[in-house]
């Protein structure tokens, strides 16, 4: 890979962790308990404790997905980044640049 390819990535991985950050804030919020007393329905009350498993799913992805990136940047400047934890194949530039978290290759990562 080279330098400018890198510094590339490292711009992209530090979007990624911003956009994690700011869903984790709203999915936390959105993860609050369902009020019942709430004046809404009992479809509508329904329909909001369904939405809170969703986004509880979701708060946990992204949390995960954050970590990964975080790792991920920590080793940004290594000469392993972008290479494949697994065979050490070198993992296609749109990949990294697609899902900057990902430390295999599209082929191990199917294994
Ligand atoms: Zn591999």
Known sequence: MTDEERSKLKEIIREHIAKAESDITEL????????????????????????????????????????KLENVLGIADSKDFGLCVKCKAPIPFGRLEFMPESRTCVRCARR
Do not use: H
Request: no cysteine; hydrophobic share 40%; charged share 35%.
């Open 28 to 67: 936390t919020e959105l993860v609050k308990p369902v009020s019942l007393d709430a004046s809404i329905g009992r479809i509508s009350r329904m329909d909001a404790i369904n939405n809170k498993a969703i986004n509880e799913e979701a708060l946990r992805k992204t949390k995960k997905r954050l970590q």
